[in-house]
């Protein structure tokens, strides 16, 4: 580590003495919002072309106009006059039309469209060159300020003390569904996004327009790209790999892109402590398909379909824990078998229709069907005990006294088939420096669900009863007499039928009050539901979001951005919020409500002669109407009643820019405090309750051998609770796990880039390769995710024994292009 931050000021040292510049970036489109490659751009003596992706970035000399010049075989000539000072960042996307020459004096605006919409935006260059652990946007994600992700194993979030379920994910503007009955990071396997297909990832924390739907944490919108000529991509490492093609029709009516992904986790599952044989297989296919049938009208296609298969045979598992004074052991031999499946297909039609250069109005309807299998019957045999600590002793290590013996019966057999069918209309206006938008959706819920789940717990013997039962088992030291039950037992048939109607109307504008850029954002979101099923009565609720936004920038030498986002926020029941823990459907559970109020500072400076960028974000939230929920690995489990209230406010700093030359890297802090009060006993920490976060992504590479390349992914989260045993009171149990540290590195050398082409040799088949090698967890840092709770049956006393994470890890990589 001591050489990592040497080599980083060393990096940073080396490169004082830049001349001043400013910047101007952007993707140049077409009249059909398609992103046009090879574009010349030109600056008295300095140039650069656009890439396949219509991406371009050139710097020019400052406090002087210059005039940028943006040329085409294909579109006519674009100019821009700029007049920016030292250190400035512009982006500017023009539009290149086939039929007239635009000429234009561009007014000077530092602010691009995710600063004023408090959105994050993360280069898709940047997600599919650092893979890490994840495999998705979710790996960086984890390095932002305000998001947590302790368990390498899982691809779901939580942003400001939210949970999983609050997050809407968008896939060109079509929101996407992950399945419903995954309790563990070990099945998950691969989030739902490809960044194989990338072309734009935006993310907001909080304080998002009406535009985006009703949850009440965060939005993630990803753009897939619309390919531009035809083009094979791979990635292959020990975990699995990834192929992606693209292609275009000669006439550019058609394009489609493809990707198929396969993973393995069972390098990262057989490094875990629990051994056995695991057979972890995770797939999918996805296609992006667009077709212009004129110049006003394109329909495009988004379809996937994933399957994830997790077989498991868990054989014995020993952890320890305990203090140095006192360690103990926990020892487990197992039988039995798990094997859960899950199948999900998605398809989604979208259709544009460019009324003019001012309106735009779109028709996008979708279907997500899911099919989800959960079994295991799995029996478990434990000992407690004290650990042979002396050093040289050949049994060093080993359980001598045993001070609990146990079994555990487990058994599922939960079936799930959950049909979801949208349709939705979508449209924008301009007007000057107005925009209008405005949607209507329709979604249908068809859910049937199967709960059988049951757990008994043996000790030296005899049955723990669930504590709820008249008749108490005394054994060993008097005879028991009542009935055999099991510790728990959930049975449940349900099917449920959800109908939502959805609007929302939002205006934006961007304006000047004096010398002073501003932008407003005002609209407003209405849900209504109404829950249907067998022996349900039906129920009907609908609420109102009114949700608003204004930034400005002043007029000052230094370049700054201050903004204030909020609303009224509310997150409807979805069939998991409405089923309790005992399997049963309560269909008046109410919307969760919250009062967001975002303050948010963006300062954009130069350092080193290269630009930066600091991101400072205040929040606070009121809670109302909360529904409680206990977390277990990633598996929530509801309550189903609005019984609590809670709040959560907190601090998010992000520092980015080009700490090495021609690289971007961040450094992230984030403080937060979330408690709730349920049925007014008084206010204790939530599951997500995280309070320290820092997160680190860094780039680097050799000055002399540029093409080798580093990066190094770190984060570190202080602890959540680490929840209670069942049956037990949250309010008694308020320990916390131990804080989660962790480093992934990784190391690669680029073969064969743009810049490094051959003629000859077997290396003139590839556009890029490049090989490297990971580790992960790289300083082999013990990480929880939850507890195993396991109860000493003479002195009543239960024990918090954690479930560790993955070791370090080593995995190699490698990544082409054709």
Not at 25 to 33: E, P, S
Not at 644 to 664: I, M, Q
Request: hydrophobic share 35%; charged share 25%.
């Amino acid at each position: 580590m001591k050489q990592l931050t040497t080599l980083f000021f060393l990096s940073c040292l080396s490169y004082f003495g830049f001349s001043q510049t400013a910047t101007i970036k952007g993707v140049i489109l077409d009249d059909a919002q398609t992103p046009i490659a090879n574009v010349n751009i030109k600056a008295g003596e300095k140039g650069t072309t656009t890439n396949e992706n219509g991406f371009y970035e050139l710097k020019i000399p400052v406090d002087t106009e210059v005039t940028v010049e943006f040329t085409h075989v294909s579109h006519k000539r674009v100019v821009a006059k700029f007049n920016l000072k030292n250190g400035q960042e512009v982006e500017f996307n023009p539009v290149m039309d086939l039929n007239i020459e635009q000429i234009a004096t561009v007014v000077i605006n530092t602010n691009t469209r995710q600063s004023v919409d408090g959105v994050t935006s993360i280069s898709p260059e940047v997600i599919r060159t650092i893979k890490g652990a994840q495999p998705g946007v979710e790996n960086i994600l984890k390095t932002l300020p305000g998001v947590n992700i302790s368990n390498e194993l899982s691809t779901q979030y939580s942003v400001r003390g939210g949970n999983f379920d609050e997050n809407l994910v968008y896939v060109n503007e079509i929101e996407v569904y992950r399945p419903f009955l995954v309790r563990s990071g070990q099945q998950e396997g691969l989030s739902f996004v490809n960044t194989d297909l990338v072309q734009n990832v935006d993310f907001s924390a909080g304080g998002f327009q009406a535009k985006y739907g009703d949850k009440l944490s965060s939005v993630l919108d990803i753009t897939y790209r619309k390919p531009l000529k035809f083009g094979i991509s791979a990635d292959l490492s020990l975990l699995g790999g990834s192929i992606a093609a693209e292609t275009v029709s000669k006439d550019s009516k058609f394009t489609g892109i493809v990707g198929l992904r396969y993973r393995d986790n069972s390098l990262v599952l057989n490094s875990l402590e629990t051994e056995g044989i695991v057979r972890p297989v995770f797939a999918d296919v996805q296609t992006y398909l667009t077709y212009k049938f004129t110049d006003k009208f394109q329909l495009d296609f988004l379809g996937n379909i994933g399957i994830n298969k997790y077989d498991f045979q868990p054989q014995n598992r020993q952890t320890n824990f305990g203090t140095l004074e006192n360690p103990l052991a926990l020892l487990v031999f197992y039988e039995g078998r798990e094997k859960d499946e899950y199948q999900t297909y998605f398809g989604a039609l979208k259709a544009n229709y460019f009324f003019n250069d001012d309106l735009t109005l779109k028709l996008i309807a979708s279907t997500y069907h899911t099919t989800e299998e959960e079994y295991f019957d799995i029996l478990a045999q434990y000992r407690l005990g004290e650990v042979n600590s002396n050093i040289g002793d050949e049994n060093l290590g080993e359980v001598e006294f045993s001070e609990g013996i146990g079994g555990q019966l487990t058994h599922a057999r939960n079936d799930l088939d959950a049909l979801i069918a949208t349709i939705e209309h979508r449209g924008d206006y301009k007007n000057d420096d107005n925009t209008f938008e405005w949607s209507v959706k329709y979604t249908h819920e068809d859910i049937r669900d199967r709960l059988v789940e049951w757990e008994i717990i043996d000790s030296a013997g005899f049955s723990i009863n669930p504590p709820n039962l008249d008749f108490f088992n005394q054994q060993p030291y008097q005879p028991y007499q009542g009935p055999l039950v099991a510790f728990q037992n959930v049975r449940a048939t349900n099917r449920i039928e959800i109908d939502r109607l959805q609007a929302f109307a939002q205006w934006s504008k961007r304006s000047t009050l004096g010398n002073n850029e501003v932008f407003y954002n005002a609209g407003i979101r209405m849900h209504n539901w109404t829950v249907n099923g067998d022996g349900i009565e039906s129920t009907s609720q609908t609420v109102f979001s009114p949700r608003g936004q204004f930034a400005i920038k002043p007029d000052w030498e230094k370049d700054m951005l201050f903004r204030i986002a909020g609303g009224l926020y509310y997150q409807p029941p979805f069939y998991r919020e409405l089923r309790d823990t005992s399997g049963i459907v309560r269909p008046n559970v109410k919307a969760q409500k919250s009062v967001h109020l975002v303050l948010g500072n963006e300062y954009s400076f130069k350092m080193w002669d290269r630009p930066f960028k600091l991101v400072s974000e205040a929040y606070y939230k009121n809670m109302t109407d909360v529904n409680p929920y206990t977390l277990e690995n990633v598996r929530i489990r509801y309550r189903a009643t609005n019984n609590a209230k809670a709040y959560a406010y907190g601090l998010d700093l992000r520092l980015n820019g080009e700490f090495v030359p021609g690289t971007e890297s961040w450094f992230s802090f984030g403080y937060l405090k979330t408690e709730e009060n349920i049925e007014d006993r008084g206010y204790i920490s939530r599951p997500t309750d995280q309070r320290l976060k820092f997160g680190v992504l860094f780039q680097d590479y050799v000055p002399n051998i540029p093409d080798l390349k580093m990066y190094l992914n770190l984060v570190y989260n202080t602890g959540v609770p680490g929840g209670s045993p069942s049956y037990a009171d949250p309010y008694e149990y308020q320990n916390r796990l131990r804080d989660y540290k962790r480093a992934d590195l990784g190391i690669s050398y680029v073969l064969v880039d743009q810049n490094k082409t051959y003629n000859t040799g077997w290396k003139r088949a590839f556009k890029e390769l490049t090989l490297g090698f990971e580790i992960f967890n790289m300083f082999d840092v013990q990480n929880s995710i939850t507890n195993t709770w396991v109860r000493d049956v003479y002195s009543k006393r239960q024990y918090a024994i954690p479930n560790y994470l993955s070791p370090r890890v080593f995995n190699v990589r490698l990544s082409t292009k054709f």
